[in-house]
Nanobody, 123 residues
Framework: QVQLVESGGGLVQAGGCLRLSCAASGRTSSSYAMGWFRQAPGKEREFVAAISWNVGSTDYADSVKGRFTISRDNANSTVYLQMNSLKPEDTAVYYC????????????????WGQGTQVTVSS
């Protein structure tokens, strides 16, 4: 089993910055891809960003490219999502996830999920 715990969510003003953290524990693998997804009320869960745990290669949704940065700290088994230039449409519950595959953006490819952390961006 892999356990994922998100933190760092909160309320910020439009244009502000926020950093989310995802601490991983349990039976993790260095070959996993780690991803961030988000889900706003009334909408489907959507891909935000992903990173290869071992290599560090990244992938981003077009909607956040240039504003968000995903990174990882292998020593601390933690994945981060640095969110800059936040917009009200970024408001959602953000979920950390782990996949045994390479970088992917489909929900079904991720086997393990955190409980989510709320991000609210005021206008």
């Amino acid at each position: 089993q892999v356990q994922l715990v998100e933190s760092g969510g909160g309320l910020v003003q439009a244009g502000g910055c926020l950093r989310l953290s995802c601490a991983a524990s349990g039976r993790t693998s260095s070959s996993y891809a780690m991803g961030w997804f988000r889900q706003a009320p009334g909408k489907e869960r959507e891909f935000v960003a992903a990173i290869s745990w071992n290599v560090g290669s990244t992938d981003y949704a077009d909607s956040v490219k240039g504003r968000f940065t995903i990174s990882r700290d292998n020593a601390n088994s933690t994945v981060y999502l640095q969110m800059n230039s936040l917009k009200p449409e970024d408001t959602a519950v953000y979920y950390c996830a782990a996949s045994p595959s390479l970088l992917v953006h489909l929900v079904k490819e991720y086997d393990y999920w955190g409980q989510g952390t709320q991000v609210t961006v005021s206008s």
